[in-house]
Nanobody, 121 residues
Framework: AVQLVESGGGSVQAGGSLQLSCAYT?????MGWFRQSPGKDREAVAF???????TYAASVKGRFTISKDNAKKTLSLEMSSLKPEDSALYYC??????????????????WGQGTQVTVSS
């Protein structure tokens, strides 16, 4: 089984930056980040596949960057120009399916425990 452990969440003021990291035991075809905040639907934030093709939610495009280092077994999400609406529990996720399926279904087979991001205005 794939194990995913997130780190790097925290509190930041609007306009600031944070980097999330996800340490994984095994790589899968599609890996990325979901987020969810109370009262809102889960959102597929950013994903990367084994061909290094990336997919971003419209709400974060141009502000967030996803990357993957297979040598270090680390998935990263660099977040800049953060807004209060970016506040959420961020989950690292992995799946053997293409990222289009993961994003469309807003689901994945393997999940981390989540890391909280709070952006204050």
């Amino acid at each position: 089984a794939v194990q995913l452990v997130e780190s790097g969440g925290g509190s930041v003021q609007a306009g600031g930056s944070l980097q999330l990291s996800c340490a994984y035991t095994e790589s899968r075809y599609c890996m990325g980040w979901f987020r969810q905040s109370p009262g809102k639907d889960r959102e597929a934030v950013a994903f990367i596949d084994n061909h290094n093709r990336t997919t971003y939610a419209a709400s974060v495009k141009g502000r967030f960057t996803i990357s993957k280092d297979n040598a270090k077994k680390t998935l990263s999400l660099e977040m800049s120009s953060l807004k209060p609406e970016d506040s959420a529990l961020y989950y690292c996720a992995a799946d053997a399916r293409p990222c289009d399926s993961v994003v469309d279904l807003v689901s994945a087979k393997w999940w981390g425990q989540g890391t909280q991001v709070t952006v204050s205005s």
